[in-house]
């Protein structure tokens, strides 16, 4: 029977099927739903890691000890993994490993839009690439094949296109057999202690090794030669196989299922049937660089952009412009004249998000503040424009100390989510302490991975699979480390949260903040939620509650008759009742919660 | 089998991604190939939705460019406005009559587009445009939040090949088991409400 699968949830079945037995991931998107989706088969053991490091650590351990394991990331966590990636890549394993990276083309939720290809040729690693969840997750189960031949990780790279999307998948059965008894963790000392003599013998064995990859490339069935009109040929892989197919329906196509390494004899036969050839591929000049590096004459990015994700429109106008389609094959469109641009619909904090309350005094504290990455990186936006830097996760605690110690005329915190701070944010805080700088560090507790869908971490108490854990407490952590100045505060308490910022901003020596209040939209917090209403009254238009920057604070059509400016209103569909606005309100125009409870039992 | 393709919009939080699933589960029932695609927001509430669904005999992209959608699923106005210029000119758009405001409306800084300029701009497209009382009608049954399968109950309308038995399966399939039959007569209520016109 056929199914739509999403890529991720093909993938997460793939593994399933093939016989993963431990998978471990951190999330970030497009890559979350893999593991989300694995969860739910008692058969595979899966978890959240703290960062990517970890998890791809606990895969080859897996792996080490004879079971087929898989670690998933997006394509910065891979940056984070990278050291045990290549290690992973010298050692080999004793059962297949398969290392999933989530590429992000456009950048739809990430900070650049690395090309992870790179990262299979600079470890000496086969990559595979899906075009659809088909593919994705038979994919999987090959690489697990090609890891145990060849003794190598395997990359299986995916794009958010093909993670995000639904096609028709055919399910299969788990095939392995359960094992009766223990196996025998196998000692190899020369293969699995990488010091330098050992690692000396290493590394020729991974250089043969692409050699045979190569060879084995020739006759992968995933490299697919689709002969059409042989005036051009068509190298390209993953999603832009599908919009390639679409825009050239006659074309010739070399379509790689293994884009590292490739298959020479196939590349220079399929050259020399075709007129002109052509490599359609997504970022990098990946398969183009190889193919030149072949001494065969390809064209590629001077044609296909090397920015941003592609669809078929892109393809096909790129196409015109050099010529390869006529100009009458373009799409008739219209697009509308519009008397004003639309207004925009960019994300932003939610109302009554518990982040919103420290910005607002970092803001009126006149701070620099080094940010990091999660919901809280919206804090850059304006009204609040209130965080300063977000660079990778993790960066903030060291950034600060680093502004710490350099020294600058104003004041300055780090402010951190609390899945970040596990993330890598731990050593930066210990480096704080050491190294004793002045730097406040803030934490952000909402109780959750919020920014990628609410995921659990070592803070929630929770595990991957639904089960109590121990939650670790990060007064604790930072007391543990040696910083005594420790604060536990309310967001949703402006003021304890400005008390708080000036005893660290005045005193000497590290400290924490810990701001603990959960995430507006979890059941626990949903449950409380109210909408509270301005006593239009005693609003008189000032304007200072728009500056919270809260959706659910909206200008009223009531004008104020002395000001003639527009008073506020409270939308009560979107209003979760945090009451921060009504703190902010110099004229209590906005009713605080026991106030509308009053009022409404008056009624 | 001619390919067709759909655009679903809408703001995060109204079910645009929940009537994409169904479209593209129709769209398989009725035995067609099928890709659907759709940009995930981030968890924040309240940011724009797109999602394309295809059907055909054999699908290749997931995607589709500008002035290729044959039909137009808006759930809201403004989001029918912003992504009018992906339909195919003549193509039919079924929108939502509803309009939320964006933070830069609300707080003042930008306008939100009138009737009229909604209507002159889409008719720019298409006049096959249809405005659905989705809100109005979903609410009619006793839940607002049915306001996306009204319109996929009036969108159904103009696909004559699958019969409505298919799309009412879906929706039972899809929806929580204590909304089936609210799902079923918001259907209803939007095929009515669009052959009533
Ligand atoms: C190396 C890396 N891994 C994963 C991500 C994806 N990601 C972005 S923010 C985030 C988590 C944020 O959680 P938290 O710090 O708790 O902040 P919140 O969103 O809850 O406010 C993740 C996992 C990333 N950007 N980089
Ligand atoms: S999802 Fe939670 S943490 Fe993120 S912006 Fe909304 S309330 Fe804040
Ligand atoms: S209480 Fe004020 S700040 Fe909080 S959600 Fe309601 S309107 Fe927004």
Same mark, same amino acid.
């Given at each position: ?8 949830? &093909?993938?997460?079945? @793939?593994?399933?099927?093939?016989? #993963?037995? %431990?998978? =471990?991931?951190? +999330?970030?998107?497009? /890559? ?55 290690? &992973?890549?010298?050692? @080999?394993?004793?059962?297949?490993? #398969?290392? %999933?990276? =989530?590429?992000? +083309?456009?950048?739809? /939720? ?65 095939? #392995? ?5 223990? +196996? ?76 590292? +390494? ?342 | ?197």
């Amino acid at each position: 029977m056929k199914v739509l699968l999403s890529g991720n949830e &093909a993938v997460a079945r @793939g593994a399933y099927e093939s016989g #993963v037995r %431990v998978a =471990a991931a951190y +999330p970030g998107t497009p /890559s979350t739903e893999i593991l989300e989706t694995l969860a739910q088969y008692d058969e595979v053991y899966s978890e959240w890691a703290p960062n990517e490091k970890v998890a791809l650590d606990v895969a080859i351990g897996a792996a080490y000890a004879g079971s087929r394991s898989m670690a998933v990331m997006k394509h910065v966590g891979l940056n984070v993994a990278a050291d045990a990636f290549f290690y &992973a890549s010298m050692t @080999g394993l004793e059962a297949g490993l #398969v290392v %999933v990276s =989530a590429d992000d +083309p456009f950048m739809h /939720s990430s900070q650049n839009e690395q090309d992870n290809r790179r990262y299979a040729k600079f470890a000496r690693v086969p990559c595979l690439e899906p075009s659809d969840s088909q593919e994705a997750k038979d994919l999987v189960g090959v690489a697990l094949d090609i890891s145990e031949q060849f003794d190598s990780p395997v990359l299986l790279r995916l794009t958010t296109r093909i993670s995000h999307s639904d096609t028709l998948v055919e399910l299969g059965e788990r095939q #392995v057999e359960e094992p009766t008894e223990l +196996p025998e963790y196998r000692i190899d000392r020369v293969k699995y202690v990488m010091v330098p003599g050992n690692a000396r013998r290493r590394h020729p064995v991974i250089e043969e090794r692409i050699e045979k990859l190569k060879e084995f490339a020739e006759t992968f069935p995933y490299n697919k030669v689709e002969m059409g009109d042989t005036s051009l040929g068509i190298v390209t892989d993953g999603v832009a196989y599908q919009y390639a197919r679409e825009v050239f329906p006659e074309a010739s196509f070399l379509k790689l299922g293994m884009t590292y +390494p490739l298959p020479p004899e196939m590349i220079r036969d399929f050259a020399s049937k075709v007129d002109r050839l052509i490599v359609i591929e997504e970022l990098d000049p990946f398969i183009e660089e190889e193919i030149r590096l072949m001494g065969i004459a390809v064209e590629g990015k001077n044609i296909f952009p090397m920015i941003g994700e592609f669809n078929p429109q892109i393809v096909r106008q790129s196409a015109i412009k050099a010529g390869l389609l006529p100009p009458s094959a373009a799409m008739e469109v219209k697009q509308p004249e519009l008397e004003t641009p639309l207004p925009l619909r960019p994300p932003i904090l939610c109302p009554g998000c518990p982040h919103r309350g420290v910005f607002l005094m970092t803001k009126k504290l006149k701070m620099v503040v080094n940010g990091d990455i999660g919901c809280y990186t919206l804090a850059f936006l304006p009204p609040l424009s209130a965080l300063h830097t977000c660079g990778c996760m993790g960066a903030s605690i060291g950034q600060a100390h680093g502004v710490s110690k350099a020294g600058i005329a104003q004041k300055h915190a780090a402010v951190i989510g609390d899945s970040t701070f596990f993330h890598t944010g731990l050593p930066a805080l210990l480096n704080v302490a050491y190294n004793k700088s002045d730097t406040v560090v803030i934490i952000l507790d909402n109780r959750t991975t919020a920014m990628t869908g609410h995921q659990q971490h070592p803070g929630t108490g929770m595990t991957l699979k639904g089960e109590p854990t121990k939650a670790v407490e990060f007064e604790d952590v930072a007391r543990a480390f040696g910083i005594d100045r420790v604060h536990t505060v309310d967001p949703y308490n402006l003021k304890e949260v400005e008390g708080a910022l000036r005893d660290c901003l005045e005193a000497e020596g590290p400290a924490v903040i810990v701001s603990r209040r959960e995430c507006a939209l979890l059941p626990q917090a949903r449950k409380l939620w109210m909408s509270l209403r301005v006593n239009e009254e005693r609003c008189n238009g000032c304007g200072l509650c728009f500056e919270v920057g809260c959706p659910a604070i909206v200008k009223s059509e009531q004008l104020d008759a002395k000001t003639g400016r527009a008073k506020a209103r409270i939308d009560p569909l979107l209003c979760t009742g945090c009451e921060i606005c009504a703190q902010v309100c110099a004229r209590k125009a906005i009713l605080f919660r026991e106030e509308m409870i009053k009022e409404g039992e008056s009624a | 089998m001619k390919t067709m393709n759909f655009l679903v919009t809408g703001v995060g939080g109204q079910g645009a991604l929940l009537a994409s699933g169904i479209l593209a589960d129709v769209g398989v029932k009725a035995g067609y190939d099928v890709k659907k695609s759709e940009v995930h927001g981030m968890a924040q509430r309240g940011g724009s939705v797109t999602s394309t669904v295809r059907w055909g005999e054999k699908v290749y992209s997931p995607l589709i460019g500008q002035g290729e959608a044959d039909y137009l699923l808006a759930l809201e106005k403004l989001e029918a406005l912003r992504y009018v210029g992906m339909l195919r000119p003549g193509g039919i758009a079924v929108v939502g009559d509803l309009g939320i405001p964006p933070l830069s409306v609300s707080s003042g800084n930008d306008v939100y587009p009138g009737d009229e300029e909604v209507r002159r701009v889409l008719s720019e497209v298409t006049d096959d445009y249809h405005f659905i009382p989705s809100i109005r009608l979903a609410e009619e049954l006793g839940n607002a939040r049915a306001h996306n399968v009204v319109l996929l109950g009036a969108l159904s309308t103009f696909i004559e090949d699958v019969p409505p038995e298919v799309w009412l399966q879906s929706i039972a399939e899809r929806v929580p088991k204590k909304f089936v039959e609210l799902n079923k007569r918001a259907f209803q209520a939007g095929r009515e409400a669009r052959s009533s016109r």
